[in-house]
């Protein structure tokens, strides 16, 4: 796995990217500039979860890196905040294939998948946390990531490292 380096504030940028649209990602990233603090806190809806954001964008222990996961990767959720889709804690990506492949996902989420999948861009990337670069859990973009998987490529992902997170909840 190619690891580059970047900036915790690059992967703030991503995340408000995917929250707020991706039409026109110039456009998106000239609004993003122009926000204040406490509005990009609440376009990337992490507003009520300042400890979170705090550990994720302020804390200097964590290293980002920009690289690609296989889509062999079998991503866990282990972040209570971390959105509706990926909300039940414990669930793996591989039980959202399943889901999926059975028609027993909801319309919703399946529609948002099957968007993706029309069109696999590289951006927004998935942003996905690690501790040993062994399991990985998404912190947001799980609807992204499960594309890719069903597509069979790589996803290009923003990976945070650190030795613990207390935004894990098991």
């Given at each position: 796995?190619?690891?580059?380096?970047?900036?915790?504030?690059?992967?703030?940028?991503?995340?408000?990217?995917g929250q707020m649209?991706?039409?026109?990602i110039?456009?998106?990233?000239?609004?993003?500039?122009?926000?204040?603090?406490?509005e990009?806190?609440?376009?990337?809806?992490?507003?009520?979860?300042?400890?979170?954001?705090?550990?994720?964008?302020?804390?200097?222990?964590?290293?980002?890196?920009?690289t690609?996961?296989?889509?062999?990767t079998d991503f866990?959720?282990?972040?209570f905040d971390?959105?509706?889709?990926?909300q039940?804690l414990?669930i793996k990506h591989?039980?959202?294939?399943?889901?999926?492949?059975?028609?027993?996902?909801?319309?919703n989420?399946?529609?948002?998948?099957?968007k993706?999948r029309?069109?696999?861009?590289?951006?927004?990337?998935?942003?996905?946390?690690?501790?040993?670069?062994?399991?990985?859990?998404?912190y947001d973009?799980?609807?992204?990531a499960?594309a890719?998987?069903?597509?069979?490529?790589?996803?290009?992902?923003y990976?945070?490292?650190?030795?613990?997170?207390?935004?894990?909840?098991?």
């Amino acid at each position: 796995m190619k690891l580059k380096k970047v900036s915790a504030s690059e992967v703030f940028r991503e995340l408000l990217l995917g929250q707020m649209g991706t039409k026109s990602i110039k456009s998106v990233l000239d609004r993003i500039e122009k926000m204040s603090k406490d509005e990009k806190l609440e376009a990337a809806r992490i507003k009520k979860f300042p400890a979170t954001y705090k550990e994720l964008f302020e804390d200097k222990d964590i290293k980002w890196f920009k690289t690609e996961l296989s889509s062999e990767t079998d991503f866990i959720n282990k972040i209570f905040d971390s959105g509706g889709f990926m909300q039940p804690l414990g669930i793996k990506h591989s039980d959202f294939v399943k889901q999926y492949n059975s028609g027993k996902m909801g319309f919703n989420h399946k529609k948002s998948i099957d968007k993706v999948r029309k069109n696999l861009f590289e951006r927004p990337r998935v942003i996905v946390l690690t501790t040993d670069m062994k399991e990985f859990v998404i912190y947001d973009g799980g609807h992204r990531a499960l594309a890719f998987i069903l597509e069979g490529k790589n996803i290009p992902v923003y990976l945070g490292k650190k030795s613990s997170f207390k935004c894990f909840k098991i």
